[in-house]
C-alpha cells in the first residue's frame, strides 16, 4: 500500500537533544490525520521533516511516495502547508502576498488567488497591508496560502490557532469538505484534544520525540463513545439483575455502553430497585480522548 | 526559467513595496552633495576660512575644486559607502526573510531555494547598480549647479568607468553579507560583519597588503591611496574572484542544506 505521508525510523538529534526517535507514520491518502503531543512534544519537528525543512538524523519521510530531501527537495507543487504561526511579509497587502505563493508555484490563473480568499472569508482584506491583520485573518492568510494550489496533502500544524470559535467551527468544516469531497490527506497537528476529536480519522500520539500510540478508527469511536456507569452496594447482584446487557467491570463500578441503557438509564435504575439493589451512582459518561491522552503522556 | 522570472517577479515586489530602497537612495545621495559644498567652499577661500574645519577636511579630501577633484570624490566616497550600503541592501534582502519569518514560506515550493537565492542576488545588484548609478547621475547634476571647471567627455567615460568598477567589486563580496544573514537568522550579524571588514580594509591598506585582501581591493580600485595600476594587480582580481565564489556557494550551500528549525 502507498501512502499519502510515511516516515521510516524517523529521527532527530540536536545534539545530545533527541528531538524525534524511530517514528513511524503512515498517513493514508484521503485521510484526516490528528497528530497530537504536548508543547515541546516533536510535532512541529515531525512537520518540519515531513517538509524537507531539517535533514533526519536517522530514517526517511516519503511524501506522495517521492523520497523527501536531499536538498529539499520533494512532491511540493501538491503539498500544501502550514508551520507554526503562519508568517507573510508585512508591507505587502493580503492580495499580494498570496500572489507571491501563486507565482512560486508556478500557477498561470491569477483567479485562484481570488477563490482562496473567498474560500476562506478574507476577500475583503484583500488590499490591506498583512502587518496590519488581526491575528484571525493572519492565521486565515496562512491558510489561504496552503489552500492556493488545490493540494493533495496539507500539512497543517495547529490550524485553528488564533481563530475565534466561529472560525474554528468554519475552518474544521472546510477540512472535513475538502477531505471528504477532493480525497485531500490532512495532516493536522493540534494540542487542542476536542479539535482533533472531531476532525480525525485517526490520531497519532506523539510524547518526548516518540510516537507512542496510534488510535485507528475503531479505537477512536469508542473513546467517543458513552457508556452508563453504576455502582450499587452489591455489584455481583447487579450483574446478574443486568444479564440482559453486556456489563463492564470498572474498578468499584459497573458499566453498560448498550444505547437501550445510555438513552434510558432510568430503565436500569428500576431494574435494580425491583432487584432490591438500588443504584447509588448512575451518570452517563464518556472515556474522553483528553483522559486518554492524559493517562499517555503522564 | 519559468519559475526564475517568478522568482525575479516576487523579490522586485518585495523591493518596490519597501521603504529601503527609498532610504537607500536618499542616503547614498548625501555623498554627491557633500561633494558640492566641498567644491563650493573650495572655490570661495573666504568662505572656507570662515568655516573652520570643514574648509580643513574638504581641502584633505579634494584638493582643488575642478571635474577630477569631484569625481574623485565620488568614486572614494562610492568606495568607502557602498561598502556599507549594499551591504545594508543585502543584509535587508536576506535578513528580513528570518526577521519576519517567511523563510519557512519559501522552502517547500516547487520553485528551488536556488532559484530564490539567486533571483535575491539579482535584484540586490541591479538595486545597488542603480543607486550608484542615480548618485552618478545626481554629482553631475551637482557639478553643473556648482559650476566646475575642467570638464571634459574622456573624464566623465573615464570616471563612471571606475565608478561602475568599483560597484562591479564591491557586489560579488555581499555574497559573505547574505551568508552570514542567513546563517544568522537576522540582520545582526552582518552588521557586525560589515564593521570588522571595513577595519581589516583599512589595516590591511595601511599595512600596504590591501591588493591582497578582497575586502580593501574595491576602494584601491578607485583610487582611494594612489593610482590603481600601482596597488592593483592580477592576484587581486583574481583573489576578489575567488573569495566571491567561496562566498556564492557557501550561501548556497546554507539554503540547500541547513536545518531551518525556527
Redesign the interface.
Known amino acids: 500500500m502507498t501512502y499519502a505521508i510515511e516516515t521510516n525510523n524517523l529521527s532527530k538529534f540536536y545534539g545530545d537533544v533527541r528531538a524525534l526517535h524511530n517514528v513511524n507514520l503512515r498517513v493514508k491518502r484521503g485521510e484526516i490525520y490528528g497528530f497530537l503531543g504536548l508543547n515541546g512534544a516533536g510535532k512541529t519537528t515531525a512537520i518540519r521533516a515531513l517538509l524537507g525543512m531539517i535533514r533526519p538524523s536517522e530514517g526517511n519521510v516519503k511524501v506522495l511516495n517521492q523520497v523527501i530531501g536531499p536538498h529539499g527537495s520533494g512532491p511540493w507543487a501538491q503539498v500544501g502547508h502550514l508551520v507554526e504561526s503562519p508568517a507573510a511579509y508585512p508591507d505587502l497587502s493580503l492580495r499580494e502576498n498570496l500572489e507571491i505563493s501563486r507565482r512560486l508555484h508556478g500557477i498561470k490563473n491569477p483567479k485562484v488567488v481570488d477563490d482562496v480568499m473567498d474560500k476562506l472569508s478574507i476577500a475583503s482584506y484583500a488590499d490591506r497591508k498583512a502587518g496590519t491583520l488581526s491575528s484571525g485573518n493572519f492565521q486565515r492568510l496562512g491558510l489561504a496560502r496552503a489552500l492556493l494550489h488545490k493540494p493533495e496533502v496539507l500539512i497543517l500544524d495547529e490550524p485553528t490557532n488564533a481563530l475565534d470559535p466561529a472560525g474554528i467551527v468554519e475552518i474544521r468544516e472546510l477540512l472535513i469538505s475538502l477531505a471528504r469531497e477532493n480525497g485531500t490527506t490532512i495532516f493536522m497537528s493540534s494540542h487542542i484534544l476536542s479539535e482533533v476529536d472531531l476532525l480525525a480519522d485517526r490520531i497519532g500520539i506523539i510524547h518526548k520525540g516518540e510516537l507512542i500510540e496510534e488510535l485507528d478508527a475503531a479505537r477512536l469511536e469508542e473513546l467517543r463513545a458513552r457508556q452508563l456507569v453504576i455502582c450499587t452496594r452489591d455489584l455481583e447482584k447487579a450483574n446478574k439483575a443486568l444479564s440482559d446487557f453486556e456489563v463492564i467491570s470498572l474498578d468499584g463500578r459497573i458499566a453498560i455502553k448498550d444505547s437501550r441503557a445510555v438513552e434510558a438509564p432510568e430503565t436500569i435504575a428500576t431494574i435494580l430497585v425491583n432487584a432490591g439493589i438500588p443504584p447509588t451512582h448512575l451518570a452517563i459518561e464518556q472515556e474522553n480522548l483528553e483522559e486518554h491522552f492524559l493517562r499517555l503522556t503522564k | 526559467m ?2 526564475f522570472a ?2 525575479l ?2 523579490e522586485t ?2 523591493m518596490r ?3 529601503v530602497p527609498l532610504f537607500t537612495a536618499i542616503g547614498f545621495s548625501m555623498a554627491p552633495l557633500a561633494g558640492g559644498l566641498f567644491m563650493v567652499i573650495l572655490k570661495n577661500p573666504e568662505a572656507a576660512r570662515a568655516m573652520g574645519l570643514i574648509s580643513t577636511k574638504a581641502q584633505l579630501l579634494v584638493g582643488v575644486a575642478d571635474w577630477n577633484a569631484y569625481f574623485n570624490f565620488l568614486a572614494q566616497a562610492v568606495a568607502a559607502g557602498g561598502m556599507v550600503l549594499f551591504s545594508i541592501i543585502t543584509t535587508w534582502v536576506f535578513g528580513r526573510e528570518f526577521s ?3 523563510v ?10 536556488e532559484i ?1 537565492v539567486a533571483a535575491k542576488f539579482i535584484v540586490l545588484s541591479v538595486w545597488s547598480i542603480l543607486i550608484s548609478a542615480l548618485i552618478f547621475a545626481v554629482g553631475i547634476a551637482v557639478g553643473t549647479l556648482v559650476v566646475l571647471p575642467g570638464w571634459s567627455g574622456e573624464l566623465l567615460g573615464v570616471s563612471f568607468v571606475n565608478i561602475m568598477g568599483i560597484v562591479l567589486l564591491t557586489l560579488p563580496l555581499m555574497s559573505f553579507v547574505a551568508l552570514l544573514a542567513s546563517m544568522g537568522r537576522g540582520y545582526l550579524p552582518p552588521f557586525g560583519w560589515i564593521i570588522l571588514i571595513l577595519f581589516l580594509a583599512n589595516l590591511s591598506v595601511i599595512l600596504g597588503w590591501g591588493d591582497w585582501f578582497p575586502w580593501a581591493i574595491p576602494g584601491l580600485f578607485g583610487g582611494v591611496a594612489g593610482p590603481r595600476a600601482e596597488l592593483l594587480g592580477l592576484h587581486s582580481y583574481i583573489i576578489i574572484f575567488a573569495a566571491s565564489i567561496i562566498g556564492f556557494a557557501a550561501t548556497y550551500y546554507w539554503w ?2 541547513a ?3 525556527r
Do not use: F, G, M, Y
Open positions: 519559468k519559475n517568478s522568482a517577479w516576487v515586489l518585495k513595496r519597501s521603504k519576519d519569518r517567511t519557512k514560506e519559501l522552502l517547500a515550493l516547487p520553485t528551488s531555494r530564490i540547500r542544506n536545518d531551518q528549525a
